[in-house]
């Protein structure tokens, strides 16, 4: 899924505000460096979800028959190579 860049910072300050409201949580650091980590980790998983996608789409487009996007076989394969893909990566 692609996100805009104000939706991924609405979504680190949504992280940080709710990580500051824990009593278990202390922060080293000032709110806006943890916000900043933050949007770089949301940024580093959706380019490795981005990643994984393309290798399923391209699993199935590699197929000798053609399989339509959208029908079962499409959406049983696409789950199959994606958690493939996902085990690969050790996530």
Same mark, same amino acid.
């Given at each position: ?7 991924? !910072? *609405?979504?680190?300050?949504? #992280?940080?505000?709710?990580?500051? /409201?824990?009593?278990? #949580?202390?922060? =080293?650091?000032?709110? !806006? ?7 770089? #980790?949301?940024?580093? =998983?959706?380019?490795? $979800? ?18 339509? $996007?959208?029908?079962? /076989? ?8 994606? !958690?493939?893909?996902? *085990?690969?990566?050790?996530?």
């Amino acid at each position: 899924m692609r996100l805009s860049r104000d939706k991924i !910072n *609405k979504l680190a300050h949504v #992280v940080t505000d709710s990580l500051a /409201e824990m009593d278990q #949580v202390d922060f =080293l650091e000032d709110r !806006n460096t943890i916000r900043l980590q933050v949007r770089k #980790v949301l940024e580093d =998983l959706l380019s490795q $979800e981005a990643m994984i996608d393309a290798a399923a789409r391209q699993k199935i487009e590699s197929q000798r028959r053609t399989i339509l $996007e959208g029908s079962q /076989e499409w959406e049983i394969l696409y789950r199959k190579y994606y !958690n493939e893909e996902v *085990k690969k990566l050790g996530l």
